[in-house]
């Protein structure tokens, strides 16, 4: 196996020549790092850039964050999914201004304390924005590790992974540490990719241990996991004179924001589920509309369908009516997209 020291001037070189440009490099500022490190959690950089940049021009300091209402912060989040990274940011900011008098500490252990902040972020921010020769450890820095020095154990086995960690950590120079974790993120970000690695664009082939052997696309080991579970939903848009209905959800997930009624009912018993469950009569007002949205562990299948109902009822425990002309004004996430769409052309077209 390779001395994990020895990949750091090869890496450090091609990153001068290759880094990806990106709004928050280049930048040593603890809480830019913070903001970036949690919005790239999951998403592609191409999703997150205008995205930070909005949060950064509503929220430009951390004062400003902490100080800020979590319907805002929802609200500038919408659109970029997993929304409790948005209120763990939150939560972690007004932390850091209670217990840290408003400075991002530069020590991974304390970062750690933070609400929001575990040990691959508090790595990028610690090394990052201080410098602090400490790995930061996601799913792309442990699939370059495992081609480069030839790990073909599962990555699940807590030994496999305890041995990962002492490689990356061995490997982080004591200088230039953020550019040196940035530069393992873009190698398997850009180059070595899940799948097919691109081989011939790598800096390390002299030294790595799956390009030598030819096994590259097998690594990293990681047994199947669980498939995502179908969930069947049906999206009722009522419409009742320029209101239309709508809840706050209150579960873990998409906690906080604003959806459309999503029932466990099959679409053909809609009008009988409402009239029994929530009172109201309605009366269809258009074809249905088939929407799919994919989370990490399961997928929404919908089926939106449009009514028109009474002006004036009240609202079922839990929901509220809202005028169309303020939807905009709210935070929904993305799984509503084609339900917000159909509320607006439903209501346009009957103007
Ligand atoms: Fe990945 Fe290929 Fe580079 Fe090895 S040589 S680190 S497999 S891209």
């Known amino acids: 196996m ?3 020291y020895k990949i750091s001037s090869s890496l450090l070189e091609w990153y001068d020549r290759c880094a990806r440009s990106m709004p928050w490099r280049g930048i040593r500022d603890p809480y830019k790092t913070w903001v970036s490190e949690t919005m790239l959690q999951q998403t592609r950089v191409e999703t ?28 500038m989040w919408e659109g970029l999914g997993y929304y409790s990274r948005a209120r763990n940011l939150l939560k972690g900011a007004r932390q850091v201004v209670e217990q840290f008098g408003s400075i991002v500490p530069q020590d991974p252990h304390q970062l750690r304390k933070i609400s929001g902040i575990g040990p691959y972020t508090a790595g990028a921010i610690a090394s990052i924005a201080y410098d602090v020769p400490v790995p930061a450890i996601d799913g792309n820095v442990l699939r370059v590790y495992s081609r480069l020095f030839g790990i073909r154990k599962s990555i699940r086995l807590p030994e496999i992974r305890e041995k990962l960690e002492t490689i990356a950590s061995i490997a982080v120079p004591d200088k230039r540490a953020g550019d040196y974790n940035q530069a393992v993120m873009d190698l398997g970000a850009t180059v070595c990719i ?28 990681i047994p199947g996991s669980s498939p995502q579970k179908n969930i069947s939903l049906s999206v009722p848009i009522l419409l009742s004179g320029d209101r ?4 706050k959800r209150t579960e873990s997930l998409l906690k906080g924001l604003w959806c459309f009624p999503l029932l466990d009912c099959r679409p053909q018993d809609l009008p009988t589920y409402l ?8 009366v269809s007002a258009g074809e249905s509309i088939s929407a799919r949205h994919v989370f990490t562990h399961l997928i929404w ?5 449009p009514f028109t109902v009474e002006p004036d009822l009240p609202a079922p425990e839990g929901y509220t009516w809202s005028a169309v002309s303020e939807l905009d004004n709210l935070a929904f996430p993305s799984a509503m997209n084609i339900p917000l769409r159909t509320v607006r052309n439903f209501f346009f077209d009957l103007k």
């Open 2 to 4: 390779i001395e994990p």
């Open 275 to 282: 009239s029994k469950k929530f009172h109201i009569n309605t």
């Open 244 to 247: 239309t209905l709508i809840r």
């Open 194 to 221: 899940p799948g097919t690695p691109d081989c011939v664009r790598c800096p390390l082939t002299s030294v790595c241990d799956a390009y030598i052997r030819g096994d590259a696309a097998d690594l990293p080991v």
């Open 301 to 305: 299948q919908m089926t939106v369908i």
């Open 48 to 75: 997150v850039i205008p995205y930070y940049e909005r949060f950064l021009s509503r929220f430009p300091t951390l004062k400003d964050l902490a100080n800020a209402n979590e319907a805002d912060v929802l609200k």
